[in-house]
């Protein structure tokens, strides 16, 4: 493998209409890459014009596959050719949906492993970088002081979530876990993970639905003005995480899981930044709601149980981001990050202008 900024090569992205795909896809073709983007629909002009648009600018090259997660077969044609496979597609919601297992889980298990499957039927393909999350590392807040561990690191795996607690937590375990054990039973392809927290930033595309965008709004448009509970998180900038998968696809020795996060703060903590470059016009909440009566607000990391409130408010959270510092990333500020994403929801009209 070359550098990001060597030897094109044939990369393949799916779920490529997605918010970080967008970044991914982006820092692929102005490197000069030729990039096999799949989405569900390429017909639809909304998920896609976007890439195209950044495409005809770029010196790489842009071509769309229609490839569906569900589907065993359909990543085949777009794996054709490639070097490298990116595999960022899967549900990223945390409430709206009837049954987790179909919602989430099924998809992303059955989605890595539709992928993987096809890698293994593709000869010239030499490494797979999946994009996992810190939700496979743990679940709730509360693992870290039960583990005893000053940061949860790349040694750590998520043993407390399941369909029923924290249901977007485990797809992303499961989906890993079925990433490297399909890994292990060959040895043409090396496979490296991106294990990002939350990420905000701005985002290429206004169609996705990324809890990501509508957190980072609640925050802003006065669903929580009246207090927030004290959640803490760790949180990253999506061109961050973007330039990780690059890192982690070219690097010659890049191999594991890799955390993605900059900084842990609270949801008051976001708050501060924003009020403070955005000024005091918009309701960002000022107060930290009781532990008690925090469950009776909307869903904020997931859907709020009694048991989500009991393992996660009030809980101190602690990420070792050293291997993704030693791969090559270097963090942007925290306060960019988070003011040029309200921004954007402003200019997007996502959250109301004041002031
Ligand atoms: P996103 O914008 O919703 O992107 C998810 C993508 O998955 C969409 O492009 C969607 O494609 C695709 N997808 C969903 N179901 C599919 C299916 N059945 N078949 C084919 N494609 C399907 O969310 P994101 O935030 O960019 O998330 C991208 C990845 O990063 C996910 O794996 C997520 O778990 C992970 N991650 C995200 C965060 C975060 O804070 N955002 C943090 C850690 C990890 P369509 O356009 O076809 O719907």
Redesign the pocket.
């Known amino acids: 493998m070359t550098s990001p900024d060597q030897s094109p090569a044939t990369v393949m992205v799916?779920?490529?209409?997605?918010?970080?795909?967008?970044w991914i896809v982006k820092d692929l073709l102005d490197a000069g890459h030729t990039v096999h983007a799949?989405?569900?629909?390429p017909d639809?002009a909304g998920?896609v014009a976007h890439l195209q648009a950044i495409a005809a600018q770029a010196p790489g090259t842009l071509k769309l596959f229609k490839?569906?997660?569900?589907?065993a077969q359909?990543f085949d044609a777009a794996m054709q050719g490639c070097d490298i496979v990116m595999?960022?597609?899967?549900?990223?919601?945390l409430t709206g949906f009837k049954s987790a297992h179909e919602a989430l889980v099924r998809?992303?298990v059955e989605?890595t492993r539709h992928v993987l499957e096809a890698v293994n039927r593709n000869a010239s393909v030499k490494r797979v970088i999946?994009?996992?999350?810190?939700?496979a590392i743990y679940g709730d807040n509360a693992d870290l002081a039960r583990s005893g561990k000053a940061a949860f690191s790349e040694d750590d795996w998520n043993t407390t979530s399941s369909e029923t607690h924290n249901p977007?937590q485990y797809?992303?375990l499961a989906?890993e876990r079925e990433a490297w054990a399909i890994h292990s039973q060959q040895e043409r392809w090396d496979m490296a993970t991106?294990?990002?927290?939350?990420?905000?930033g701005p985002?290429l595309?206004n169609?996705?639905?990324?809890?990501?965008?509508d957190?980072l709004c609640q925050i802003g448009d006065g669903r929580l003005r009246t207090g927030v509970p004290d959640l803490r998180f760790g949180v990253?900038d999506?061109r961050d995480?973007a330039r990780a998968h690059l890192l982690a696809a070219f690097s010659p020795d890049a191999s594991g899981r890799y955390i993605?996060v900059n900084q842990d703060i609270s949801m008051l903590g976001i708050a501060r930044i924003l009020r403070g470059h955005f000024g005091k016009a918009y309701p960002f909440p000022r107060l930290r709601a009781p532990k008690l009566i925090a469950w009776a607000f909307g869903p904020l990391m997931g859907p709020v149980t009694r048991q989500f409130i009991r393992l996660n408010v009030g809980h101190k959270i602690r990420f070792d981001n050293r291997r993704s510092k030693a791969l090559g990333v270097q963090y942007r500020p925290l306060a960019d990050t988070l003011t040029e994403h309200f921004q954007q929801a402003l200019d997007d009209g996502l959250v109301r202008k004041r002031g």
């Open positions: 799916t779920g490529a209409s997605g918010y970080i795909a967008g799949t989405v569900r629909n639809n998920s490839a569906d997660l569900l589907d359909s595999h960022t597609a899967s549900p990223f919601v998809p992303a989605g999946v994009t996992s999350s810190v939700a977007y797809s992303k989906a991106i294990n990002p927290g939350m990420v905000y985002s595309t169609a996705s639905k990324s809890a990501s965008i957190a990253v999506v995480v993605l």
